[in-house]
């Protein structure tokens, strides 16, 4: 589907008048939870909107791993009418080029809450000039700076330029919001496949001969915006339906498949009062353990992402990957800083006295990877992509911040001032602490790592790094169910990132559990037994 293509019907126009404002068409279908008593300019009454969701997200989903992709990229085409939502306003920015629209009813499926529940900067909302989208995921210059005709999605806000200088003229103009028809949406993040509500998207997938004849599982995993769920959503291949299930923002399906034709067909179904339903992954599984992707892979991150350890010795078990991993209590709370200090239009910088050795930067002279665990909020939501580097954060903005030192130098999300919007910024631990270099602890952190039984095994090994050189240790005791086997303290000299083989007194197998408690700031990279 081309871009041109994009919310097709049933936009009204809108009219540039120089110097004061421009009305945009706003339209939404959207499950009938509420609320918005709005009237589009035909005086009709406006469907109601969806209210915003926690970010918090809740991981149900099963992990498929490591599945191997199809060449050819399916089809899709959807059916159904596009959502509505009633008329809104855009105001001219202080700019020469910016205009800026208020969605703060449609927060629940901005950039910014998409990402922090894990489905990754991936808004389907688009801005519109003559009828022909302009470009997407713009960076501030663009639709700031410059008439470059292009929009960014925020919290709170839409911004955009109109294309070359039409920001000043006299001739009209007509602009729209709506949501994309494109299949798949291409975003940073990697191709989305969104199922509004009361469509249907139907998939076309060529299986290249492979596999053909043979039965299988297909599993799709979806995310949803929304917190409560009126109707369920269906896939269906051939005559076979089945509804997907879970807790939001997570929502699976498995359909049996007696025996795939050349191109498999399948249709995702989101019926009227459904979830606004984006489609992660479709995979096909089959009894003797292969695993075929359907769809490309996506560079979000993973709802429950795992450390990216080193490769082990023969005959060990690392059981960092396959186990249970839980913390006895919540991250402890970091000092907030007394004051926040403006460095741009949209940038702010706070000082984290004493915590420059877990920043981006000294994490990354450490272990390697650039991964500080301090997070930011703004209004109790954290701000979206953490680690950034701070070039990308001066230049493209767009909620980014970066840790370095004892400076977080941050960006707001809609490109307003932190020192006028008069929004709260906090920082925080984050609490899910694994990165792709590891794990971290924190200051007073218990850590309970609860394997399946293994095999008998002669050795922990374990290798960890001090955030600070020198300063802190961890004490380590395995047990086998539910009795200890060993206890061991490591000192900051061990804790360098090096492989410490310890002995087991019992290698018996059985059900084992590892507790680690660390006195300072670590990153666990690795633990397994060895022979």
């Known amino acids: 589907m081309k871009r041109s ?6 936009l009204l126009s809108a009219t540039v008048v120089a110097g004061l404002f421009l009305v945009v068409q706003l339209f939404i279908d959207s499950p009938p939870e509420p609320t918005v008593g709005a009237e589009t300019l035909t005086g009709e009454e406006a469907a109601p909107v969806v209210p915003a969701v926690s970010a918090e997200p809740s991981p149900e989903a099963t992990e498929v791993s490591p599945p191997s992709s199809l060449s050819d990229v399916p089809q899709g085409v959807r059916s159904g009418d596009l959502p509505r939502i009633p008329a809104v306003k855009a105001e001219r920015t202080t700019s020469e080029c910016g205009y800026t629209v208020d969605i703060s009813e449609l927060t629940w499926i901005s950039h910014p809450n998409l990402a922090a529940i894990g489905l990754g900067r991936s808004s389907p909302l688009v801005v519109l000039e003559d009828g022909a989208p302009l470009r997407g995921f713009a960076s501030r210059r663009e639709f700031e700076m410059q008439c470059s005709g292009a929009f960014a999605v925020g919290r709170n806000t839409i911004r955009f330029s109109p294309s070359e200088n039409k920001a000043s003229a006299v ?4 602009y729209a919001v709506g949501f994309s028809e494109e299949l798949p949406l291409v975003t940073p993040d990697g191709d989305v496949w969104w199922v509004y509500t009361d469509t249907t998207v139907a998939l076309s997938v060529p299986l290249d001969g492979v596999s053909v004849g043979r039965p299988a599982t297909l599993k799709l995993k979806a995310g949803t915006p929304q917190n409560r769920i009126q109707a369920l959503p269906t896939v269906t291949v051939g005559d076979v339906s089945v509804e997907l299930q879970g807790e ?24 009227q009062h459904g979830p606004y339903l984006l489609v992660q992954e479709i995979t096909l599984d089959f009894e003797d353990g292969d695993v075929v992707s359907l769809l490309s892979e996506r560079a979000v991150a993973p709802e429950n992402p795992q450390p990216v350890v080193a490769p082990l010795p023969d005959g060990t078990v690392n059981i960092l990957n396959d186990s249970s991993v839980s913390f006895a209590s919540p991250p402890p709370s970091l000092a907030q800083p007394q004051e926040i200090k403006p460095v741009g239009e ?45 070039n990308s954060v001066k230049e493209d903005g767009g909620g980014q911040y970066c840790h370095s030192r004892e400076v977080l130098t941050f960006s707001t999300v809609d ?7 008069t929004r709260e910024y906090t920082v925080l631990l984050d609490a899910q602490r694994s990165f792709s270099g590891g794990w971290w602890l924190y200051p007073g952190d218990q850590m309970s790592v609860q394997a399946a ?13 001090v955030a600070e050189p020198g300063v802190g240790n961890l004490s380590m005791t395995v047990l086998r169910e539910g ?12 804790l360098e990132g090096q492989s410490n083989l310890i002995p087991l007194s019992d290698i018996s ?18 633990l397994a037994f060895a022979p």
């Open 346 to 390: 949209f940038l702010g910088r706070m000082e984290l006295a004493g915590l420059a050795y877990i920043s981006g930067t000294e994490v990354r002279n450490r272990i390697g990877d650039r991964n500080s665990p301090v997070r930011i909020l703004e209004d109790g939501v954290p701000l979206p992509v953490p680690n950034a580097s701070c």
């Open 509 to 526: 197998a059985g059900q084992i559990t590892v507790q680690l408690v660390a006195s300072d700031y670590v990153v666990l990279q690795n």
């Open 453 to 465: 039984t293994v095999a008998a095994q002669g050795h922990v090994l374990i290798a960890a790094t």
């Open 171 to 174: 001739a009209a103009d007509t």
């Open 5 to 10: 293509d994009v919310i097709a019907a049933g």
């Open 483 to 494: 009795d200890a086997l060993l206890s061991q303290e490591l000192s900051a000299s061990e």
């Open 415 to 421: 490109g307003s001032s932190p020192s006028a919007n």
């Open 248 to 271: 939001p923002p997570w929502l699976l399906a498995e359909l049996p498949i007696d025996a795939l034709s050349e191109t498999l067909e399948i249709d995702v179904t989101s019926p």
